[in-house]
């Protein structure tokens, strides 16, 4: 018997406006939690609306953005991190103690937490579900160059990599080199440039491409509630 197939991908099909099915299920969960009286649903959107819009990638992208302007903040910034990003404003919860590390010709960092996922929460805002995936956290210590290549980067047999391992004492923040043809732009206009991922792992140059990375579905709750959000 024929069968009309529908693409689920269209948006006029009803199934389509459908949130994910983790998104459900997380939505479930905190209307559980608000009707128990266990969570207040006020204090939960507050603390949402902190994450998602006083911190995030916009701050750590501020910080790139004045380095590559700025060599003497440059060198404070690589030189004491957090007392710089104190006297801004910008440290906090997740963030008491940021080291900055500089990629250059010679070196690319990047950054894992092997243990859980460590993160500077008030620069970079939440963690991507890639970081926080095993895969990553266990390949890009064993097998940096091959977990690059999977993220699109390609570097020469020379370059040295650095892998970095944050944990609950020290977070990491790579600072990518500065590049060519941006005499003349403003900080603001800087700061567009700059990724979050480029402050993790890659190579500022490929924040336009497509990037293969690892999906694997966090179990922390304030991802999942992000995701319901959008």
């Not at 949130?19 to 603390?47: M, N, Q």
């Not at 953005?65 to 007392?83: M, N, V």
């Not at 996922?117 to 970079?124: M, Q």
Request: glycine content about 6%; proline content about 7%; overall charge negative.
């Amino acid at each position: 018997m024929p069968h009309d197939h529908h693409d689920e991908t269209d948006a006029s099909h009803p199934h389509a406006l459908l949130p994910s099915e983790p998104a459900l299920r997380v939505k479930a969960l905190e209307t559980i939690l608000v009707d128990k009286g266990l969570v207040d649903p006020a204090a939960l959107d507050a603390i949402i609306d902190y994450y998602e819009h006083e911190i995030g990638p916009h701050i750590g992208a501020g910080l790139i953005a004045r380095a590559w302007a700025d060599p003497d903040f440059r060198k404070d910034l690589l030189r004491d991190a957090d007392t710089l990003i104190d006297s801004l404003g910008h440290g906090g919860r997740q963030g008491e103690h940021v080291v900055v590390v500089e990629n250059t010709p010679e070196t690319h960092n990047m950054v894992v937490c092997t243990l859980c996922s460590c993160y500077p929460w008030p620069l970079l805002g939440i963690p991507p579900a890639w970081y926080k995936s095993d895969a990553y956290r266990s390949r890009a210590v064993r097998e940096p160059r091959a977990v690059l290549a999977e993220f699109g980067v390609s570097l020469p047999a020379d370059t040295r990599i650095r892998v970095w391992d944050s944990t609950a004492e020290i977070r990491y923040l790579v600072l990518p080199m500065r590049p060519d043809g941006i005499d003349g732009m403003s900080e603001t206009e800087l700061a567009t440039l700059v990724t979050r991922d480029s402050m993790i792992i890659l190579l500022f140059s490929y924040h336009l491409f497509f990037l293969k990375f690892f999906y694997v579905l966090s179990n922390n709750s304030m991802y999942l509630l992000h995701l319901l959000r959008h």
